[in-house]
């Protein structure tokens, strides 16, 4: 598959968006005009400078509103085409995009649009250009491709086709299985956007909120099937108009771009391999990628800080052993059933206490970890001794690590055996064997940085197979906090990524967004007093949260105070009960214990804006 | 007019909130129930401290989906209701907001739906407590406000009555003028939000983009003459739902609700003055504020800097002239026809040269000083010597101060008599006051922080009677520029308010943004020829630029050439042509000189991103 991407995409000068689209190993780039005219390089420099770099320059996107119009507002449309087609010799573009007429159209004829766009593929053929005839959604008269297919019919000019654009066409839901009877021949450029599904007009929603494929909600390994059906073998090429990459570093979002193709030629291959048989041929080569089941579980969860104590503090508190430090590492492990918290003292100066990384389980950790590069994932370097087991590992776009860990059928881990118990074991190592009722990390949630949110979600809808659910909002005394949960079918892995609010006027804010572990067990009540009698600080959860409680589920007075007693919060659904509790804040973690009884699926979701509001108050309380 | 504030307009806990609302003047507040829920004092500490602060508790909103369910549901609604009015007795609220079921009605039936709610207004009327039922613009089977009344008239309970929503009534463009059909008694509250005109779907509409009267697209003057025309005289409250105000600074935002309280209470005061004249009476007492004509130029503009040769150098080459020193405080001033900058070098350490300062002409300074502080405005301290004028200002959300000047008839300042040319004029002092071919400032342009966005708005629009003109978005290499003209009726005063992206990762982003002051002058090209010769450093404008521009509007050869060798910028529209060229940036601002030629009443919009593009080129390039 050619891979292309529109320099409106990227922020910074057109120089500068061409360098990083090279970088990221794209084909070819289109031109989006204003680039061009804000450039003090001249057209023939841009020429040079995409040779140099390998690109081929796809397409050109000079004007807009030419057809159906009045006969002198023709004349000068011509006429500032010409000027285009000239500058398009010099930059050596081939192909120009036209939209339909949104603005200036006011006759309604689908004869007169044709006999005027006639005109203009004959102009363009004297400068060997192609036109490609586009439906907006939006278009006054035109706004869906098969009437812009059978418009670009009627012109029948060999440089005359059609350029399909999957925002226009699923935004607008039309049915793209028409794509398979437009000749091949004819689809002279396609353009790729996604999008979340948003009830708004369709002209906002497209310029503000698409995203690279994988980030939204469209089917566009289904409407790349139609494309590849119909028998289309030109480019494939991003046009993704979004305020956040609009404004953020050009270079990670090429990486973000180009890891979107590059997953949606494996879905789409994918895709045909299940509707077509694995037999069926066509003109468009998709490239692959080495195949991966769903992770299972999570192996490990690594907490890097300077000072460990408070966090062996509150492990220890809720049941965890100490396992041992490392053979040559400064690491220590605590482990309680199934769940391995590691904590790290490397290389950690100043460092509050925060995870760095998430051990995953899956079947073949060599494969994963090059699935995950050839995703364009950046591999984490890692240093291991000659006995020691060697660790896949590949940086997420929060720069959380990401360690592919080898499952076992028993549920241990190999590396552990490098952990030795014997050696200096700090305070409260005495674990409690006896009573494992932690048995493995439920969830893990983390906050992410607002202009990597859609970066995150493909990096590990990619990487890891984890499947976006409804997003939520949820407010939090410093504004809305939007969380995505990600997971595995199995709900092996469950994965909440967090975008918080900036409040950059409140002191408290930073470290208002801690990430967590929340660990599984068997029996909440019990892990809690156990950990009350160990001196846990249990993040307080207020008295009027309780009535409130009695007064939606009519909870038996028993249930309610021993609640009240411990801080745990409880939720209901048809499913099933959830029981959790959180602990204090230790730098920017903090860890929470729940209890899913019958089949309770979600997260306590009522229960979290007191989690964060209580966080919040604790945060003033110490800055006071 | 009683004014009221809903708690979750406001970032923070509930007790930071009610000290917000306290100290911004606010008679009372509703009671947002999660806030509430979340919060670790008890009901009768927050009566107590609402007591001590002098604001009252005017209404509670702890439950909806009522009404229209099945007899079970009927029964845990009733249920949990009896424990909300037993909190409310604890909170001593009397009025309990319902809002009409979205999600488990069930049975379409006004006659039902009403005796369900008897029972629920019988159960009410133990506790005291009175109901104030309100139609949600996306309610299931009731969404108008009329509709709800009807329903409320079935009930026929003396504690059962309606809630008015300007949001939910305006929004469905429902006629507000049925409220006068209400009876008075029957009003129990009323919210109002503003909100700017969006095509999107009206739910995600409500919860996100609120903002407080005066700040959006919504007729609330004429809305608030019904209700002072149907004889209410309740409280009116701000319910508004804001991801931005949600992560402000609470006391800020509190001090922004209460200006637009204060601001609509006088135009609606207006508007019934107009519509009813001054004879008519009504229950409710309506203050206004001193009434003050509409600024009619700008009577100067403010640098401030620590070094200032930079910008005397930039203003010599613009053709101003020095006319001297203030006798007292380390102030020059730069004149020509009737723009003047003055140059303060007091308390500027380490201070890049920025607009500090803008002096508006108006009719009598101390009353509009006065009516500026009236709307909650900062006022700036000043000295002034015996001898001095005294000059009003007052501080602007972004912190610019805003001065109120006596405006002349000829044009000229009392103030500039202090100022003394004869000690020490700087080097470029020789002005050329034969060619004063700059004549005014034509307009001036800020750069606002995103967070007070809408507060710098309803500053202008309350306190200098500034109208929004519809707002823009303009492309840069950091992502979209938000641009919002504002302006007098008679655009004696034009002033742009820009919300920039954030480009975090940018390392210019900071610099990018600068303000600017755009002079007019008659002659644009004669202005440019001297800077020329002065060695003005002209922002250089792209070759490709004046290709595109001969494209569209086929200028001749040689006004291009013109325009092309001095770097100028051209538009034009139905009403005539502008030029225009900038200067190179100095600190935080740069200086635009401009020419209107005809009726064209724009700012060449369409060359925006040509400016923001060069001048990222610039900082880019001094960065390496």
Known sequence: MRTSIATVCLSGTLEEKIHACAEAGFDGIEIFEQDLLVSPRSPEQIRMLADE????????????????????????????????????????????????????ATIDDDELAAAQLQRLADLAARYSVRIAYEALAWGKYVNDFEHAW????????P???????????????????????????????????????????????????????????????QFMGHLVRAGYNGPVSLEIFNDIFRQTDEKRTAVDAMRSLIWLEEQTHLHLQDTEGPGFSYPMELATLPKVDDPTGFNFTEVKAEHTGAVQELLYQLGFGYAGRHRTKPVQLWTQGQARVVINEQQARNL???????????????????????????PVPRQSQADEEVLQAVSAPDSTEVFLCEASADGTAAWTREFTPESGAPEHAAGDPTAELITRVDHVNLSQPWQHYDEAVLFYESTLSLARQPSTEVPSPLGLVRSQVMRTEDRGIRLALNVAPMALEHPTAASSYPAHVAFACTDLIAVAR?????????????????????????????????????NLLYDRDEDGEFLHFYTATVGNVFFEVVERRGGYDGYGAPNTPVRLAAQYERSRREQD
Chains 1, 2 share one sequence.
């Not at 000749?183 to 929603?205: C, G, T, Y």
């Not at 909120?209 to 980030?215: L, T, Y």
């Open 150 to 157: 059978r418009i670009a019919d009627l012109v029948d000019r």
């Open 352 to 378: 509050e206490p925060s995870i760095a990384a998430l051990g995953f389980d899956v079947e073949n950790p060599v494969v994963a970890a090059s699935r995950a590069v050839q995703l364009k994932a950046q």
């Open 530 to 566: 156990r950990a009350l009698a160990r001196g846990l600080d249990f993040l307080p959860v207020p008295a009027n949260y309780y009535a409130d409680l009695q007064a939606r589920f009519r909870l038996d007075e028993q249930l309610l105070d021993t609640l009240q007693r411990y």
């Open 53 to 104: 770099l390998g690109l081929s320059l796809d397409l050109y996107q000079p004007f807009r509103d030419f057809e159906g119009v009045t006969e002198d507002l023709l004349e000068a449309n011509l006429y500032r085409a010409e000027a285009k087609f000239k500058l398009m010799n010099l930059l050596g573009i081939g192909t120009v995009l036209l939209c339909t007429n949104v603005a200036t």
């Open 159 to 221: 440089n005359f086709g059609t350029c399909l654009d999957s925002f226009h066409i699923l935004s607008r839901n039309w049915d793209p299985s028409g794509i398979e009877k437009i000749p091949a021949e004819k689809i002279f450029f396609v353009q790729l956007a996604d999008a979340p599904r948003m009830s708004m007009d369709v002209l906002s929603w497209s310029r503000h909120h698409r995203v690279f494929p994988g980030e939204g909600d469209f089917a566009l390994a």
